[in-house]
């Protein structure tokens, strides 16, 4: 197994206390939302993923579609996640216009099942085959003053709504593809966490595999990687050795609950 030098360990352990992580998921529910237009969207689940079977909305000219309503993304962030920004991508493509006639795409956010003011605009549409349009960015929360939590982000009702408008002549616009990316810094948000000495929780640190767990009564251990991806959970008894050498070396986010609460420290694993 691959051994971290002491420089190498503090490289990657400030990479991961300071940059920032994403993960991307696709819808397991899309619909035909009757606002804001009345064109609605024919076979809406079909831009649930790229399969190259489309959900189509046919436009007159000025016309506007209903909302293509995508929800329950599955997203797992951790309640020390601080969400840094949103980004939509849909799939698609238009039929040909006239000269100078284009389709306007649109979308939203969806907190709690309930869509937000804020949109973001795109004007590009390919006639020549389908491609994904973007929406938002990494460091975007769609509108001033914007907040998302962990729980929003993980919520079943959160997503997005995609709508068109075909601006001088009608056209017919076809989806096959729907994701989001969440941005988020791993870190941050730990103050709303017991922050506690290293000795706190285990010993060694870093650790070929075996630790050393110092609480008293009862508490769950949960260990995450780099990416937020619950790798271990069980619950413990009193202080304690494990091994924890079934692990990959790299970077773990160690969390004890306990009555007072959680407790976040840091993990290496360098074997």
Not at 33 to 41: A, E, M, Q, T
Not at 57 to 78: D, E, I, M, P, Q
Not at 152 to 167: E, K, L, Q, T
Not at 192 to 219: A, C, D, H, L, W
């Amino acid at each position: 197994m691959k051994k971290f030098t002491p420089l190498a360990l503090a490289l990657i352990l400030s990479c991961t206390l300071f940059g920032q992580s994403s993960v991307t998921k696709i819808p397991t529910s899309v619909v035909s939302d009757s606002l804001p237009g009345n064109i609605n969207w024919l076979n809406p689940m079909n831009a649930a993923d790229t399969d190259m079977v489309f959900s189509t909305a046919v436009l007159s000219a000025s016309s506007r579609s209903a909302y293509l309503k995508a929800t329950g993304f599955g997203f797992n962030l951790n309640s020390n996640d601080n969400i840094l920004g949103i980004t939509a991508e849909v799939y698609g493509h238009r039929g040909v216009m006239p000269t100078g006639a284009y389709v306007a795409s649109y979308v939203k956010l969806v907190k709690a099942g309930t869509i937000q003011i804020d949109s973001m605009s795109n004007l590009v549409m390919n006639s020549k085959g389908s491609s994904w349009v973007s929406f938002g960015a990494c460091d975007s929360l769609w509108g001033n003053g914007s907040k998302w939590s962990y729980s929003d982000i993980n919520n079943i009702d959160f997503g997005i709504v995609y709508y068109a408008i075909a601006m001088g002549g009608g056209t017919t616009v076809s989806i096959d593809g729907i994701k989001v990316t969440v941005c988020y810094n791993f870190e941050s948000g730990i103050g709303t966490q017991k922050q506690v000495t290293e000795s706190r929780i285990i010993y060694p640190n870093p650790t070929s595999g075996t630790v050393y767990f110092s609480n008293n009564g009862k508490y769950l251990v949960s260990i995450f990687d780099m990416f937020g991806k619950l790798t271990y959970q069980d619950h413990f008894q009193d202080a304690q050795y494990k091994d924890l050498s079934f692990l990959d070396s790299g970077i773990y986010s160690l969390r004890v609950t306990d009555p007072d609460g959680d407790h976040i420290q840091k993990m290496i694993i360098s074997k």
